[in-house]
């Protein structure tokens, strides 16, 4: 039978899966200044027990189960690649306490009233029935439980997206650039920026049985490279740009023509 998320769970088994392995350390400083909002709002006692959704290569899953001592923290996510990560550093490092489980939270047998807290950073804006995946969530926790995300606002309000995607805009071989567009994962298909909508986003907690909803913009600088080079090489190796760049007949003029459209921006 074909997975309610099949495309990402491919994706995330695959090429973009890969992508965060490669750039795991890149993406804990990229999220410095925004982990630790999450954390504070997560707010986990030191008895609690933790479910982290879309837990790749598991930073936020070990902060969490460290900050539960006799408690613990159970990472979840659908790819393999960021758990044999996550399960490789934790054996290293610890905690003890921190375990990872491969899964889709739309569809995982999650046990009823398990967990006291729910968090996510960034793991959230990829499922394709949000409603049903918030309802199991709901369903893990246990009466008067607490739940704590970090999602992406809109493509315009996060320049480290916003500016290097204005820059090549229209610059993809016919037919790959509406595969790709940023801003048509705004209409609440699975990307990044599903979650973007307030009004949406309280609609589907509250259909998911959540109250006492508070939403809070952050704004946070983002460190994307050490300098400009090294955000070329990054940017050029992000999934999009691998699946643009194999779309063409030959990549390597696509690729220059690129590197000189970003560089300036």
């Given at each position: 039978m074909t997975q309610p998320n099949q495309p990402q769970i491919e994706a995330w088994n695959g090429i973009t899966g890969n992508h965060f392995v490669r750039h795991r350390e890149r993406f804990e400083g990229m999220f410095r200044r925004l982990t630790p909002h999450l954390l504070r709002a997560a707010d986990v006692r030191p008895d609690e027990r933790v479910l982290d959704v879309g837990c790749g290569a598991g930073a936020t899953t070990r902060a969490l189960a460290a900050a539960a001592p006799r408690g613990g923290a159970?990472?979840?996510?659908?790819?393999?690649?960021?758990?044999?990560?996550?399960?490789?550093?934790?054996?290293?490092?610890?905690?003890?306490?921190?375990?990872?489980?491969?899964?889709?939270?739309?569809?995982?047998?999650?046990?009823?009233?398990?967990?006291?807290?729910?968090?996510?950073?960034?793991?959230?804006?990829?499922?394709?029935?949000?409603?049903?995946?918030?309802?199991r969530l709901a369903a893990a926790l246990r009466p008067g439980g607490r739940l704590a995300v970090l999602c992406w606002r809109t493509l315009a309000e996060n320049a480290h997206f916003a500016v290097p995607y204005g820059a090549v805009r229209g610059l993809a071989p016919e037919g790959a650039q509406a595969e790709e567009d940023p801003e048509d994962r705004e209409d609440g298909s699975p990307g990044p920026f599903s979650l973007a909508d307030p009004d949406r986003v309280r609609g589907i907690?509250?259909?998911?049985?959540?109250?006492?909803?508070?939403?809070?913009?952050?704004?946070?600088p983002v460190r994307m490279a050490a300098d400009l080079d090294d955000a070329l090489d990054y940017l050029l190796d992000t999934p999009e740009a691998a699946r643009l760049l194999a779309a063409a007949p030959d990549p390597t003029p696509l690729r220059?023509?690129?590197t000189t459209l970003l560089r300036p921006a």
């Open positions: 159970l990472g979840l996510d659908v790819s393999e690649p960021l758990l044999a990560e996550a399960r490789r550093i934790t054996a290293e490092q610890g905690p003890g306490n921190a375990g990872f489980a491969l899964g889709d939270a739309q569809t995982y047998a999650l046990p009823a009233g398990e967990r006291d807290v729910v968090v996510s950073r960034f793991g959230v804006m990829f499922f394709a029935d949000p409603a049903a995946a918030f309802g907690l509250a259909g998911a049985g959540f109250r006492d909803v508070e939403l809070r913009p952050l704004d946070e220059a023509k690129a």
